[in-house]
Structures are given as C-alpha cells and as structure tokens.
C-alpha cells in the first residue's frame, strides 16, 4: 500500500464510521502496521489544516474522526439547532472531576471527599454515559468502582486520560490552606 | 462575638432564623468555630430560604451559588445530625464535634475538594471548546452489504420492556440539584406518613428498633423529626429513661381516626 | 462571505449532515444566494476529485452529502462488516425501545426523552435496518418520523407490535409527571 493509498483508505473508512475508529482497527483492515496508519492520519490532519478545509480530522478517546472545524460553530449550530450545553450543575461537574482525577474510586470514596451523599450525581453521570462501572473493591462490600467512559473523552475533545489538565496546578496556595485553617479553628482550640 | 467577617467564596444568600440572621457561609463559620450550638440552630427556615431564593430569583443566583449554598447547608445538616445522634463508638457524648484530627482531615478533605472544583471549570471549558465541533454521525453509504452478527440476538421483547422503563422511567435529573440534601431518603412528611401506618401496628417500640434498618444518618435524622412532630401532634407518646437513654414510643390508642387518610396530618413545612 | 468562507462552511454543515443538504437550505443557513453555494459545492466536487481524496461529495436527490469513493469499497465493506460487538449498547437499546413504544417518533423526541443527543444510535438502528423512516412530521422543519421495522419483530420473534409487553402499568400517572416537572424548572433555570 502506497502512502496515498493508506491516506485515501483512511479517508473513506473514517468517513463511514459512527465513533472514532482506532488506527489498529485500520491497521487490521488495511493489512498494514498500526504506527504507519497512525503517521498517516496525523499527516491527514496537518494536511486538511494547511488546505484551511471547514472539517478536520481529530483524534478522539484513542481513535480517529472527521468532525466540523470549531470556526464553522456558528453555521453548524444553526443548521443542526444542536443542543450540545445539556450543561451539568457544579456538583455534577466536581463529582466528574473527582472521577476523573481519582478513577477508579466508589461512591463512598466520592462522598466522603465531598462530604455529601452523591449517589443522584452518580447516578446521572452514569445515565449521561460520562462514567461507568471499572470494576469492584476488594475486601467486603466490594464496592462498585467507577471511572471515566470513552464519551467522556469525546466530550472533552481529548485523546487519553494522560491529555486532562494536571491536578497539581489547580491545588489551592498556602494563603487558601491558612483561610480554610482559620475557618475550621474552634474558638475554644487556641 | 467576633465581627460578622465573610469567609471563604462568598455565597450570597441571606438566611433568617430565631438564632442567626445573615449569610449561610457566616452560619456555617458560626457553628465550626463553636460560637453557635447547632442544636439551636433550626435547619428549616435554611431550607425554606433556599427554595424561596430558588423560586423567587433563580435567575439573579447562578447554578454556582446555588450549589454552594446546598453544599453548605448539607454541611450544616450532618453537623447537626452527628450532634443528635452520638454513634456507639463515640464513647463521651460531651465530646468535642469537631476533634483536632477530624478538623486536619476535614482541612485536607476541603483542600482536595477546591482542587476538584477549579479543575471542573477547566474542564467545562474544554467541553465548550470540544463543542464547537461536531462529529460525524452519518455513518454508512447505502449500497453496501453488512453482513455483521445480529445485535439483536438474545434480546426479547421483556428486554425490551424493560430498556423502554429505564429509557424513560429513569430520567434523574432532579436527583442532581437535591443529592446535597440527600433527596433519595424521605421527606419528613413522608415520614410522618409512613409512621402513622408503622406505628399503629407496633403499638409501642423503641427509636432504635425503628431506625434500626437504615443505612445513613440523615434517614435517622427525619424518622426522628417526623416522631418529634407526631409527639406534637399528639399521635405519640415518647419516653425516655435517662439523659441519651432509649427513646420509647408509644402511639396513642384512637389517634388513628376512623375515615382520615394520612394526607389529613398537618405539618409544618419541613421541606426535607 | 468569500468564496474560500463559503466551501469552508458547505464542508462543515454536509460533514455534519445525515441526510443530503440542499444547496437552498445552505443559502439560507449562510445568508447567500442559492447559486453561489451550487457553484461552491460544484468546485468542491471538482477540488476533491483532483486531490483524490477517499471521500467524495456527491449530489443525491437534489442535495449534496459526503460518502466514500467508489475504489474504496473493498476497505468500507470490510469496516462495515467488522465483527466488533454482537450485542446492542445499553444506549442503542433503550433508543431502539423509544421507537418501538413510541412510534412513529423524531430524533428530536427521542432525544428530548434520553437527554443526549442520539443521531449516531439512531444512524445505527436504522442502518441495522431495525428502525425506519415511516414518515415526516407536519409543521416547520418536517422531522423525519422513525418507526421499527418487520426485521425487528423478526428478531424479536414477535407477530406484531401488538405483542410487545404492555407499559402503561409501569408508567407513572399525569400527576407524578406534573410534579417532577415542578421540581425540574428551578433546577434547570429556564
């Protein structure tokens, strides 16, 4: 197979496709090696942002797929009247942070780092498809445990897990750690 | 009493009770640092104030002071909740509420949960931005010939059935706003309903025989409530031995009049 | 809007796009004349063509939609007829028991009652050939009516719709709908 041969095979399977297709699935189709498919895409993408095309070729949860260029949002929303926002309330959006940052993790672990019950949050990341079950606690119980799902990424615009934002930076400063210090101090404990 | 100094995010939303009248966050510094008693602190009128705010200005507050509010006032209940209701292992009742070690981790727990919440914002910004592109979805061309396994297979119409209810039956969207408040457990109101056809039947129990199965606080806390309004209501009898001693009810024979659904009891709104 | 602005966003709205988009539709979506996004879309066909790419943007039924080039057919078939998943997702069931419980019903219905968007189970559904178009929708916008198919009482291995288990028994009445409604306006502030 040619590089324009690989290119144009890429094209056409990642046109058809309904979720992002992974280069090893393309590799297996095309009888040729994963990295070399994988090469290839990424040159596609670079090559439709030269040519300045309205779509692009992002890669998504591991996988490869043609979606709008962000510059078109405006026509885009007025054509498909998409109602994308769905927007999750602030418990919602820091329980799915905690997921994602802390994965895989239970609804306990959840709720005692929020301090509140989080079961309904739970529940509606799930339904949303957001977050799903990973796999079970060991000792008793065996809690559920939950992670991040593939949608998740998608909704995120990001490939892995490895692309969110590193929790470090967002950690509070000392002048935070000495307020919240202040807050908890009991009159009577100094 | 210290000067009423803010603290922390500000959450603008003013609550009044018999006690305190000001802004939530100020209540909860109130009654952390131990210059309230919480005890005398009646979380209706908190709950009252949220809803009223909700209904009257929900556009004036957005989603986020909304939410801190409930996360405080949720705060606010357990607090409330861990007083009524030393555990068995709490062996001094007099205790402190807050031990040092408990504020350390209560520190650490707060620390990790802004971490958490500024992340969040980023990461609402990185949907917004993936949102700006749309997949797509059209899928194949029609001419080609798909020979893949039946999906279907192994799916009945019962499968189906079902699927169709939690398609539709499940939607949990209230849940997200309330879940501070732990909406999956009763209102006092249901509660008191659902004691005035337990009760009768028992006769007479103890609080412990009555709270026994539940699995968290806050359900103890509104059987609890809902005994408390019963009692007020004369529908019960309570008694207790010695102060933290079992608490024993007793309906009171004739107070299940003949022809008054449980609906006819009147409250006082407790909203949760 | 320049020539290079128009292809630009006729490429993101086709990319989007199920069904073929007319070039009148486009004119209105871009304030533009008609014949202008005609000759456009034209000079698309033309550039793809020349730059052999594996896609092609065809005019079908007075529209205009992207598919896969003709010589790419062996990879697309191979793709299609890929052995990934025998079973239905959780999603795609739940949809698929919207449409056969609520038919004749339109994406926007369906979407309104999963709370996610689901043009792409529904693409599959229909490509599955378990659900079909039975109808358009009166009113603006005639929204395409989808409806289940004799393949999928076949594999049920159910006579007639008639034969799916009753649901009404399960549904809540009026009143709880009225009150989950109240409790849902506040909280989604609209």
């Known amino acids: 197979m040619t590089d324009?041969?690989?290119?144009?095979?890429?094209?056409?399977?990642?046109?058809?496709?309904?979720?992002?297709?992974?280069?090893?699935?393309?590799?297996?189709?095309?009888?040729?090696?994963?990295?070399?498919?994988?090469?290839?895409?990424?040159?596609?993408?670079?090559?439709?942002?030269?040519?300045?095309?309205?779509?692009?070729?992002?890669?998504?949860?591991?996988?490869?797929?043609f979606q709008?260029?962000?510059?078109?949002?405006?026509?885009?929303?007025?054509?498909?009247?998409?109602?994308?926002?769905?927007?999750?309330?602030?418990?919602?959006?820091?329980?799915?942070a905690i997921v994602a940052y802390r994965q895989p993790v239970s609804r306990t672990q959840i709720s005692a780092l929020r301090g509140v019950n989080v079961d309904g949050v739970v529940r509606l990341l799930e339904q949303r498809g957001y977050i799903g079950?990973?796999?079970?606690?060991?000792?008793?119980?065996?809690?559920?445990?939950?992670?991040?799902?593939?949608?998740f990424l998608e909704r995120l615009g990001i490939d892995s897990l490895a692309e969110l934002p590193p929790i470090e930076e967002y950690l509070p400063g000392p002048e935070a750690v000495v307020e919240l210090e202040d807050r908890l101090r009991p009159a009577l404990g100094d | 009493m210290r000067p009423p100094v803010r603290y922390g995010r500000a959450v603008g939303v003013d609550v009044s009770t018999p006690v305190f009248e000001g802004p939530i966050d100020l209540l909860l510094h109130l009654v952390t640092s131990h210059e309230l008693d919480i005890l005398d602190v009646p979380l209706a009128p908190v709950v009252d104030a949220f809803v009223a705010t909700m209904q009257a200005t929900k556009d004036a507050y957005g989603m986020e002071v909304l939410s801190e509010f409930l996360l405080v006032a949720a705060i606010l209940l357990e607090l409330k909740?861990?007083?009524?209701?030393?555990?068995?292992?709490?062996?001094?009742?007099?205790?402190?509420?807050?031990?040092?070690?408990?504020?350390?981790?209560?520190?650490?727990r707060l620390l990790e949960c802004r971490?958490?919440?500024?992340?969040?914002?980023?990461?609402?910004?990185?949907?917004?931005?993936?949102?700006?592109?749309?997949?797509r979805v059209s899928g194949l061309d029609e001419g080609f010939s798909v020979h893949a396994p039946d999906l279907l297979e192994g799916v009945d119409a019962r499968d189906l059935a079902e699927a169709f209810l939690r398609a539709t039956a499940e939607r949990p969207v209230p849940r997200v706003d309330l879940s501070h408040v732990t909406v999956d457990t009763l209102t006092v109101a249901e509660a008191v309903e659902e004691l005035a056809v337990e009760l009768p039947a028992r006769r007479s129990t103890t609080f412990t025989e009555l709270t026994g199965h539940l699995g968290t606080r806050i359900e103890v806390i509104v059987r609890f409530l809902a005994i408390l309004e019963l009692c007020k209501l004369g529908r019960v009898q309570l008694g207790q031995g010695r102060t933290f001693g079992e608490l024993s009810i007793e309906w009171v024979p004739g107070a299940e009049l003949v022809g008054v659904g449980v609906g006819a009891i009147v409250l006082d709104e407790y909203n949760g």
């Open chain 1, 133 to 151: 079950p990973v796999g079970r606690a060991e000792g008793p119980g065996q809690a559920v445990l939950f992670g991040t799902t593939d949608l």
């Open chain 2, 115 to 135: 971490a958490y919440a500024a992340v969040a914002d980023r990461l609402v910004q990185l949907a917004e931005d993936a949102a700006r592109s749309a997949p």
């Open chain 1, 68 to 96: 709008t260029h962000p510059d078109q949002a405006l026509f885009v929303e007025r054509f498909a009247n998409r109602d994308v926002s769905h927007r999750l309330s602030t418990a919602a959006l820091e329980t799915l």
């Open chain 1, 4 to 65: 324009d041969e690989l290119r144009r095979a890429i094209e056409a399977v990642v046109m058809v496709a309904i979720e992002p297709v992974t280069p090893s699935l393309m590799a297996e189709l095309f009888e040729e090696r994963a990295e070399r498919v994988e090469a290839a895409a990424r040159e596609l993408t670079e090559s439709y942002e030269r040519a300045g095309h309205g779509f692009v070729l992002a890669k998504i949860a591991g996988g490869y797929r």
């Open chain 2, 81 to 108: 909740s861990q007083k009524l209701l030393p555990g068995p292992d709490e062996v001094d009742p007099e205790d402190e509420l807050l031990g040092w070690d408990e504020r350390d981790l209560l520190l650490s």
